[in-house]
């Protein structure tokens, strides 16, 4: 079946503009994350959304970071006047409700930004 | 503080060598542990999870890694490398108390020489 998937693949803007990157989770998957990944610094957990309840919004580093969830499905990461240190890649994953850590999350193949 | 740590930021390996990359975490519980992999190009997948039992845990495409709760390590091992494996390894923990938040570790880089 498709997997999560992510768009754009890629995306170069300039200091100051705003972005948004979406992701499509796997169907039936109400559990769904956003991650950055900056060179040389691994992967950094950004937020969590798990159906209905509140997101945790614990990893998003600044109030220019948001991001949203609708219709318990598509999510959009929204970055407002971007920043040079916004430059990396942002994965998303999703995986079933139940089982809680037993369940693997499956990440899609990520949005590489880069901000000039 | 919770921490993930790979020490090695870099391995180059013979093909059909044996492969092993380091773990280890500072958890005030033995957490979940797991290994991924992010070949050039491609979203992380995983390759093994531990969460309790057997110390001992087999993965897909070969791989192996071995929990040692008094090293609080988990090594991730392949006895013969192929070209295939070229790629960067991640290891990751979930606490047990807080079961969703995947904390990851900085990455090792795979090199796979003929």
């Known amino acids: 079946g498709a997997g999560v998937s992510q768009s754009p693949s890629n995306k170069v803007t300039e200091k100051g503009k705003d972005v948004e990157l979406r992701c499509d989770p796997i169907s039936g998957h109400t559990a769904l994350y956003w991650y950055r990944q900056s060179l040389g610094q691994g992967l950094e957990f950004l937020i969590y959304?798990?159906?209905?309840?509140?997101?945790?919004k614990s990893g998003l580093p600044s109030d220019r970071f948001s991001a949203e969830r609708t219709g318990g499905s598509v999510s959009t990461l929204t970055i407002q006047r971007t920043q040079q240190e916004d430059s990396a890649v942002y994965l998303c994953?999703?995986?079933?409700?139940?089982?809680?850590?037993?369940?693997?999350?499956?990440f899609g193949p990520g949005t590489r930004l880069t901000v000039l | 503080a919770q921490s993930v740590t790979q020490p090695d930021i870099h391995i180059t390996v013979s093909e059909g060598a044996s492969l092993e990359l380091r773990c280890n975490y500072s958890?005030?519980?033995?957490?979940?542990l797991f290994w991924y992999v992010q070949s050039p190009g491609q979203g992380l997948q995983l390759l093994l999870k531990?969460?309790?039992?057997?110390?001992l845990v087999q993965g897909i495409k070969g791989f192996e890694a071995e929990f040692k709760r008094s090293q609080s390590s988990f090594n991730l091992r392949k006895p013969s490398v192929h070209w295939s494996d070229a790629a960067e390894y991640f290891c990751a923990v979930v606490s047990r108390s807080n079961d969703y938040k995947l904390s990851f570790g900085a990455g090792t880089t795979v090199t796979v020489r003929a």
């Open positions: 994953a999703s995986r079933t409700p139940s089982g809680g850590a037993y369940n693997e999350q499956f």
């Open positions: 959304f798990q159906g209905n309840s509140a997101p945790d």
């Open positions: 531990y969460f309790s039992g057997d110390t």
């Open positions: 958890y005030g519980a033995t957490p979940y």
